[in-house]
């Protein structure tokens, strides 16, 4: 029976009379790419904060890598890693200083920092460019860096919020090959993106609609279940249903 990293029972955020994520119910398994689509103001970013233990939800239940989500959410942060669109290494320092200073965050000891620093270098091909400035890098191998700094201490499982957007198509390919490695190594993905070719990519996808679920199965299922040739219809079946947006 696979391990569940992440359960969900009703989960609920309320602002005022507004139900931002309205009792999300879901499970997501140990080395599962699990994608969380849904237009703007479905609710995703809420429900993603909530899970990274940043939001308290107002109702409902769930634990992130068997910790409570109300009672453990100093545990659940040292148990995840988080990566978004918006670039979030430091531009003014070189790449090992990057690492080195995010995996000190992580809590690695120094015999780990240089150990894993050595080995992300050469997972990237950037043993010769280790003391350039982060900021002299293109967008994609920023994004790949950022990427692989995000699961330098080995988290359960890592949170990753429209991590390939304004990347080519090319980058985005080679992107999702580090996304299938490290889900061999059993972390578990938790993805959002507004590419529809990229939830192809996952082993589930949910859909969220005005702050529900209103989809969860592989993308093949839901296409027979929609009766469609592709996610990007899928998706525009659902989501032309939405009464609000942001």
Not at 92 to 109: A, K, M, P, Q, V
Not at 126 to 140: D, I, M, N, Q, Y
Not at 148 to 165: C, M, N, Q, R, Y
Request: contains cysteine; hydrophobic residues 40%.
């Amino acid at each position: 029976m696979q391990e569940i990293v992440i359960k969900t029972n009703k989960l609920t955020k309320r602002f005022g009379d507004f139900i931002a994520a309205d009792q999300i119910t879901f499970d997501v398994s140990k080395g599962e790419i699990f994608g969380f689509l849904g237009a703007n103001g479905a609710g995703k970013t809420t429900a993603m904060r909530m899970l990274c233990g940043l939001s308290l939800p107002s109702s409902g239940e769930a634990t992130i890598a068997g910790f409570d989500i109300y009672k453990q959410t100093e545990e659940i942060k040292k148990n995840i890693g988080y990566m978004s669109q918006k670039f979030s290494l430091y531009e003014d320092l070189t790449i090992l200083e990057n690492i080195r200073f995010f995996g000190g965050i992580y809590g690695l000891s120094n015999a780990q920092l240089k150990y894993k620093s050595e080995e992300l270098l050469t997972e990237l091909g950037l043993e010769k460019e280790a003391k350039k400035l982060v900021g002299s890098l293109p967008l994609g191998w920023k994004q790949k860096l950022s990427f692989s700094v995000a699961i330098i201490h080995e988290p359960k499982i890592v949170f990753l919020d429209e991590p390939t957007g304004g990347v080519d198509p090319l980058t985005r390919r080679q992107f999702w090959d580090l996304i299938y490695k490290a889900s061999d190594k059993g972390i578990t993905i938790f993805v959002t993106t507004h590419y529809m070719d990229e939830a192809e990519y996952c082993n589930r996808i949910s859909i969220m609609v005005d702050g529900k679920i209103e989809a969860l199965d592989s993308p093949a299922n839901l296409k027979k279940i929609f009766q469609s040739e592709s996610m990007d219809d899928v998706f525009y079946q659902l989501a032309r249903g939405a009464k609000r947006s942001d």
